[in-house]
């Protein structure tokens, strides 16, 4: 069965890749051009095609429409993909999931760690989901809370994208594999 990782998070995708070895799943990744898992996807293991598209709204959502048409993918990871998925793409038979940097329903938004860090918010964490039409609102799989006091941003950043956001993917998508919903 076939995965399709998106998004531009390097350490996120690392734990999907992770999580999937050793199963009967191969996983592909599409990303954007530049980010951190394009420059540096020589050290990414186990994933079977890596498309690297432009920055454009328009260019990647169609050429993730075409992918969608053409491959047979059971599940798609989303984390740090810049666009919305329009309504057409999450009505496909499909299961999609999404990985928030930080704790949901109550911290949504794309800049939420910077407008968190600005407000004083010393609670920090990351959410995994099941995707909906609107964004960031679909059912909870894992949400994990840690106490970050810092007072550089840069600190809150690296526990949330290097260690926190990894373990709730492979927590969540470990649980899903228990649930046989993968």
Known sequence: MKVLFIGVRYEACRAV????DGT??????????GSR??????QLKNHRRLFIVEKSRQICLSFLSN????????????A???????????????????????????????SVIKESFDQGVTEYG???HYMA???????????????????DISVIYDQVFSFLEPA?????????FREKAL
Do not use: C, W
């Open 17 to 20: 890749l992770n999580t999937f």
């Open 24 to 33: 009967d799943y191969q996983v592909d990744i599409l990303t954007i051009a």
């Open 37 to 42: 898992i394009a420059t540096q996807a020589a």
């Open 67 to 78: 992918l969608l048409d053409t491959q047979e993918y059971k599940v798609i990871v989303s």
């Open 80 to 110: 740090g993909f810049p666009y919305i998925l329009p309504k057409e793409t999450l009505g496909r038979d499909i299961l999609f999931l999404n990985s928030h940097p930080h704790i949901l329903p109550d911290h949504k938004g794309y």
């Open 126 to 128: 990351a959410s995994f």
């Open 133 to 151: 039409e609107a964004v960031d609102s679909g059912e909870m799989i894992v949400v994990q809370r840690i106490s970050i006091q810092a007072k």
């Open 168 to 176: 709730v993917i492979s927590i969540g998508l470990s649980r899903l």
